[in-house]
Structures are given as C-alpha cells and as structure tokens.
C-alpha cells in the first residue's frame, strides 16, 4: 500500500471546507467525509468484488462496489467481495484521527498531539492529562468509476467499534484513576448520544458543531492549570 499523506488531507480539507468560516454541521461533515474520500484515492482500497466463476472460464470479471448476488455475466452465485476491508478500516481510521487532531489544533489552538509509545488505548493526547480516542469510518465511498458504494455501520454504529473503545477505556482507567477519556467519532447511534460511565468520561459526534464546542469546553475545562 501507498504511503498516505494524512497531514495533507487534513490540512488541505480542512483549509477546502472549514477555513476561516462558522463552525456547521454541513462543513463539518463535508470536511471528515473528504478526508475519508481523499485517503481511500491515495490508498487504492475500494470495495471491490470478483466472480470465481468466470476466473473458472478465464474471464476476469471484477467491479468496483459490494458484491452482487449474483453475477451478471455468468449469473454464477460464485461471487465475493476482495478482501481490501482490513486496508481500508486501517486508512480511514488514520485519516478521521488526523483530521480530528487538525480540527482541535487549527481552530481551537489545543496542544493535541498523536498519543506517543506503545500506548493503544487512545490515539490523541491533549497533554498527558487528557486522552481521546478516535472511531470514525465513512457511510459511503465515490468509487474510480463514479459508482458510490455504502458502506455497512460507520463509526460507533458498529458493535465490534463500540467493544473496542469500552475495553480501550477500561484499559486506560486502569492506569489513570481520574484523567478523562474522551471518544469522539463521525457516526454516533442514538443510544449513545449523552452516554457516560466510570471510564469514559464523554462521546461526541464531530460532524456536530455543537458536540464539537463541548467536546472542546470539556477539553479546556481538564487542561492542567484551570481552575475547577
Ligand atoms: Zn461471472
């Protein structure tokens, strides 16, 4: 796979969409689906699928988007999806995290830089003190042939995601009895919405101008040196 230019993403999606203008939803969810958009072009990772049955009869039938039932050449049920989901979930995964880490420090000038070592629990840190975990992957991807695929349960919509970041703030609470952890993603499910427990301090929905002011007032709030 290629290197990707995540930094450049942001900041030239960013500088496209947002700029210097009033923080909207539109903006903002414009801005994060660009940056999925423009990491999944460089990277290559479509979803794609083939026909085995025609590879049987030396044709190469292949297309960008999710399998079809059946396939249309040979109406073989022999059809199935190439795998590049693990790429593709690494890539878009990078770039929300990079675009949220250029959004918190571009317009809100907050110290958010990638979490340093081996730590996994969480992919920004805003001092040591505050730690936020990214799950963001997009609903719907422009393929090379100008086809559009949707995408199955984007961000915390999917279960395995929401698992993920519960046993990685867990994980984290162990070793920081009193920092917060904040997660923040592009797709929030209503069950979600306002969710707190003893590990996880907040969920926000970035492409939400509101979630993101209070994302960012609870972020100033924890910084060390505030007063309480
Ligand atoms: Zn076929």
């Known amino acids: 796979m290629p290197n990707i230019r995540y930094n450049d993403i942001a900041a030239a999606n960013y500088s496209r969409f947002i700029g210097r203008t009033l923080l909207t939803n539109d903006r903002l969810r414009h ?11 460089e990277a290559g990772c479509y979803p794609v699928w083939a026909c085995v049955g ?26 199935f999806e190439v795998a590049t989901f693990q790429s593709r979930a ?10 949220v880490r250029h959004l918190l420090t571009a317009r809100f000038e907050l110290p ?17 003190a505050i730690a936020i975990e990214t799950k963001g992957s997009p609903r719907r991807l422009l393929n090379p042939d100008q086809s559009i695929t949707t995408l199955q349960r984007p961000g915390l919509e999917r279960s395995d995601t929401w698992k993920k970041a519960q046993a990685n703030a867990a994980n984290y609470r162990r070793n920081n009895r009193r920092n917060p952890f ?8 209503p069950d979600l919405v ?3 427990s003893d590990d996880i301090t ?27």
């Open 31 to 41: 801005y994060f689906d660009a940056c999925f958009q423009s990491a999944i072009d």
């Open 54 to 79: 025609c590879i049987g009869n030396g044709k190469a039938t292949a297309a960008f988007g999710n399998a079809p039932r059946r396939c249309p050449i040979c109406e073989s049920p022999k059809v």
């Open 90 to 99: 690494s890539v878009v995964g990078n770039a929300f995290e990079r675009a």
């Open 112 to 128: 958010a830089t990638p979490t340093p070592g081996n730590t996994h629990t969480h992919d920004i840190e805003v001092t040591s």
């Open 182 to 189: 904040f997660i923040v993603s592009n797709a929030v499910p």
């Open 194 to 196: 306002g969710y707190r």
């Open 202 to 228: 907040g969920i926000f929905n970035i492409t939400q101008a509101g979630r993101v002011n209070a994302l960012v007032n609870e972020v100033n709030a924890a910084l060390p040196g505030q007063p309480n």
